[in-house]
Every structure is written in C-alpha cells, then in structure tokens.
C-alpha cells in the first residue's frame, strides 16, 4: 500500500518536472557556463540549449519509463558521436552528463517539496537511468573517435570546407587550416578539380588516398577537389575522368583561388574525357571573351571544327598534337602515321577552315577555337 502511495507520487512529481523542461535547460545552461566548459569549442549556444533540452527530456522519459532502452541507446549514441567530430574531450562530456543528473534531482527534490520518502524510494532509478545513458555516450564517443582516426576526411572536411566556402581567407586564418590539415600554409601543392558529371566516382576513386589523409579531397558545388603537397612522394594515382589539373600551386589561397575558378573554366572549355592541364584549358576563357568581339570569326571556325569532329576526328586529333609538338615528325610518330599523312591533314584541316596551322596567327586562334566551348555558350 505504502509503495503503490509512493509510485502514484513519483510519477506526480516526475510529470510535473518533465512540463518544466525549457527552464531546466536554462539553469543547466547557466551552471554549464559558470564552470567553463566547451569553452574554447565550435559548439554555440544554440546547439548546446537544444542538446540541454534533448537530454534532459529522454532521461525523464526514460525515467518515466516512456523511453525504450533502444532509444536512450541511440541518443546518447548520437551525441557521444557528434561531440567526438567537434573534438569535445571525454571528461568534459562526462561532467555535462552529470550535471544533468544535478538539475533533474534539484528540480525533483524542490517538487518533492517534504516527501522524503518518495526521494529515497526512487533516487536509485535516477542513478541508474543517468549512468546508463553516460555508459551510452562514452561508448558512441569513443567508436566515433576510432572511427576518425582511421578516416581523416570528417576531421579534414569541416577546414577545407571552410577554405572554399568563406567569403574571404585571411593569412591567420589560412594558419588555423594549415594546422589543423597538417601542412604548411604556404606549401607548395598540386590540384585536380573534377567535373560534376565524373565527381562522385572521383571521389570513390581518391577514398582511400583520402581516408588515409595523404590527399585532401572535399565536394564543392557539385565538383570534387583534391589537392596534395606538390613533394608527396609517390604523386596520387588519379581517376581518367574530366578533370582540371593545377600544377605547383602556391599556398592555401592558392588551392582556393583554383579551386573558385574552375566553375567558369569548366563552363568555357571543351573538356577531355581524362585530366588536363589547366594550361590547355585556360585558353578557353580567353576564347569565351573574344567569341562576340567583331573580326575575329571564331564562331565561324569553331563552328567548321564542330564538323570535322564529327566527320573526320583524326583530323583534329592530328592538328590538336601538331599543336602540342610544332613537329610534323613528332606529329607523325605520336599518331602513328608516315609524315606525309600528317601534311596531308593538315592540308585539309586548312581547306576545311580556313586557318593554317602552321602560320603563328592562325595558330593562335585555332587554338581558342579547339578549347572554347562556344556552342553550348550560345544556347
């Protein structure tokens, strides 16, 4: 009889302190910032209040027997988890817990008000249920940090997430990444930034490089970019996917001037099915500003290599490498050709167009042409 009294009590006082959640929390903000903790840590305010809320609220649940022990289980997991990626010391998330248990039971024992024994009856249950959920915690704090130590791209992400997405990096704050990356923030490194069509299989291809923390790799607006220290030694083995590629960059701006850029670089060039150097690419940007400047015709030229594309490719193909080599006998064995094949191609790449490959000017602007997309501009 005396326990059923005290049961129906117990859950009269358990009711009443569970309506009062909100200024629970408030107290619990207060003591928690009276003793300092998290103090110099990328948790604000506003997630601490609502985390003050959440936990308080599923251990009366729990209390109340109106939580499953799946679902403590799975807060406290999700917590313990989060504060491990926000680099929140174990002991610090402990002392938070218990200071939980603190305002629960001072809230209880104020509504209680002079009944003792409903106190004694069922202090133990409190104990338990907040020793269980701190069990909980530590447990999911300390796989997430084993999980992290195997796999640096959640620890790296949150940096170079903040490098290409801040409006502007300060020198200090391009230090602060520095550190945290573990490189230096002038180093000298090396960038490959992926289409958005070819970015999710970049990014599979790189996991390992990246996981491992040798590559620093992290999705922006729809792209992947990777970058490394230009001394890495052996270079990264990278996908044959779309891709820019920027050599010896300078610095961590460096990377993030790279990296901004390469939407408009991407939206200019005809781009290769492999990585390509961004100095056969940059082309394009200047063939994009010159495309509507009256006299130059590259509509018109771009326009007649459209066609050759389609119908005789080893054309292009054979102008593109005389390009790159200003050899017909360089020209000729990369194409695996007799060298009068290639005069003869180029012979007609000339009737086709207009241009003569071998002429300086021509040249030049041929190779805007090749590089600049500027059909799909157009539309």
């Known amino acids: 009889m005396v326990m059923h009294m ?23 903000i207060q003591k928690f910032r009276d003793s300092g903790s998290y103090g110099t840590s990328r948790i604000d305010e506003y997630e601490l209040r609502e985390t003050a809320t959440a936990v308080l609220g599923i251990l009366m649940d729990s209390l109340s027997g109106e939580a499953t022990e799946e679902k403590v289980r799975q807060h406290a997991d999700n917590l313990g ?16 817990i218990q200071l939980d248990f603190l305002v629960i039971w001072e809230r209880i024992r104020r509504t209680a008000h002079a009944n003792q024994e409903v106190l004694i009856a069922h202090v133990d249950e409190l104990h338990n ?41 300060s020198p200090l704050g391009a230090e602060e990444i520095a550190l945290a990356l573990g490189c230096a923030a002038q180093e000298t490194f090396d960038v490959a930034v ?38 890495l030694h052996p270079a990264p083995e990278l996908p044959d996917l779309p891709s820019v590629i920027f050599p010896k960059v300078k610095g961590l701006v460096g990377v993030r001037k790279a990296v ?4 408009s670089l991407f939206e200019a060039a005809i781009l290769a099915p492999r990585p390509t150097p961004v100095g056969e690419l940059a082309w394009a940007i200047a063939g994009q500003a010159l495309a509507d400047f009256p006299g130059t015709r590259l509509k018109k030229l771009s326009t007649a290599i459209t066609k050759l594309r389609a119908e005789q490719p080893l054309i292009v193909e054979t102008v593109e490498t005389y390009l790159r080599t200003g050899s017909v006998k360089a020209t000729a064995e990369a194409s695996f050709c ?38 799909l501009r157009e539309l």
């Open 129 to 169: 249920v907040v020793a269980k959920y701190n069990f909980f915690v530590r447990d999911g704090f300390r796989r997430e940090n084993a999980r992290l130590a195997r796999d640096l791209r959640l620890a790296n992400g949150r940096y170079i997430d903040k490098l290409f997405s801040s409006a502007t990096i």
């Open 260 to 263: 901004l850029a390469t939407p």
């Open 6 to 28: 005290h049961n129906s009590d117990w859950k009269k006082i358990l009711a009443e302190v569970r309506a009062d959640i909100p200024s629970m929390a408030e107290e619990f």
């Open 338 to 375: 007799h060298r009068n094949t290639v005069i003869n191609r180029l012979h007609q790449f000339a009737e086709a167009t207009d241009y003569v490959v071998t002429l300086p000017y021509d040249a030049a602007a041929i190779i805007l042409a090749l590089n600049t997309n500027i059909e």
């Open 194 to 231: 992926f289409h958005a069509s070819s970015s999710l299989e970049a990014r599979d291809a790189l996991d390992t490089a990246t996981a491992q923390g040798h590559v620093f790799g992290h999705a922006h607006h729809g792209l992947f970019a990777a970058f490394w220290p230009n001394k």
């Open 81 to 96: 988890r989060r504060r491990a990626q926000q680099e929140v010391a174990i002991g610090t998330l402990v002392d938070a």
